[in-house]
C-alpha cells in the first residue's frame, strides 16, 4: 500500500515518523545519559543596579582575611556578594552585551561549615 503513495506523501511519512523517534529519544533516553535538566537563574537586573559599597557593614569574621595583606584591596572599599561557603569581594563590574557580568578585581573566599580534619586518621573514619 506505501508502495502507491505519492512521494511527497512518503517524505512526509518518513519525516513524521524520525520526529516522533527523535522526541521520544529526547524525553526518554537523554536524561538517563545525562542526568536530567539542568536550569539556570538569570540574577542580572534589567533596570538600573545600585552597586553599593560595603564598607559601612561590618566585614564577616572569615579567618582567611586575617591572612591577606594590610594594604590588600580587600582589605579596603569593596563591595560582596555572602555565599552559604563564604564570600566573594570584588572592586567594580561591567555588564557585557551577552548579558554576562564581568567582576574586577575578584577574590572567592571559601570558608567550609565543618573545620577540615587534623589527621588521615579522623578522614577514615
Avoid at 88 to 108: A, C, N, R
Wanted: hydrophobic residues 40%; proline residues 9%; contains cysteine.
Amino acid at each position: 500500500m506505501i508502495s502507491t503513495w505519492h512521494p511527497i506523501w512518503k517524505y512526509l511519512a518518513a519525516l513524521a515518523a524520525t520526529l516522533c523517534a527523535y522526541a521520544l529519544y529526547v524525553s526518554t533516553v537523554v536524561p538517563q545519559i545525562e542526568g536530567g535538566q539542568v536550569s539556570y537563574r538569570n540574577t542580572i537586573s534589567s533596570g538600573p543596579v545600585a552597586a553599593t559599597n560595603e564598607t559601612a557593614l561590618p566585614m564577616p569574621d572569615l579567618p582567611a582575611l586575617s591572612s591577606l595583606a594590610a594594604d590588600a584591596w580587600e582589605r579596603g572599599t569593596c563591595k560582596r556578594i555572602q555565599i552559604e561557603e563564604g564570600v566573594v569581594l570584588f572592586k567594580d563590574w561591567t555588564q557585557k552585551d551577552d548579558g554576562s557580568v564581568e567582576v574586577y578585581p575578584f577574590t572567592l573566599i571559601i570558608e567550609p561549615k565543618m573545620p577540615p580534619p587534623r589527621n588521615a586518621r579522623e578522614r577514615v573514619q
